[in-house]
């Protein structure tokens, strides 16, 4: 298997603004957010697909997805929250390991791909990290 890298990041090899680490996954902010706070939840063993992962780590990998909503809803602002997991490339699947994108909403902010800056990777990385509440 070629070098994943969300098993780069997951294992700490790989930088990445992350979020919050639990025994099962890893939570770190996209490189490329569509807005801002965008946030992707990556097991931290790998499994391809949303069909490859054994229900019980699916069902860990949405409960932090949630945990991390609430926190982009508290501490950014957002207005919505919109929850995505593609499968195979015509789906969209560019990363071949298994992940969900939580992507916060504001009705007046513009959204599309661009790059993260560090300074506001830091910044809602302090905002969302401060935020979380796993429970």
């Known amino acids: ?3 994943c890298v969300f098993c780069a990041i997951a294992s700490g090899e790989a930088p990445a603004y992350i979020v ?3 025994a099962y996954a890893v939570a770190f902010l ?4 569509v807005s801002r706070g965008h946030t992707l939840i990556a097991s931290r063993h790998h ?3 949303l069909l490859e992962t054994p229900d019980d780590l699916l069902a860990e990998l949405v409960r932090l997805a949630k945990a991390v909503a609430r926190a982009q809803l508290e501490a950014l602002g957002a207005e919505g929250v919109r929850l995505v997991q593609n499968n195979g490339p015509v789906a969209g699947q560019k990363i071949f390991h298994i992940h969900f994108h939580v992507i916060p ?6 959204h599309g791909r661009r790059s993260l800056s ?7 990385l302090k905002k969302l990290a401060g935020s979380l509440r796993l429970d």
Do not use: W
């Open 1 to 3: 298997m070629e070098k």
């Open 105 to 110: 909403y504001y009705r007046a902010a513009v």
């Open 47 to 49: 499994y391809r697909d």
């Open 30 to 33: 996209d490189i490329y957010p």
């Open 118 to 124: 560090p300074e506001e990777g830091n910044e809602i």
């Open 20 to 22: 919050c680490r639990t």
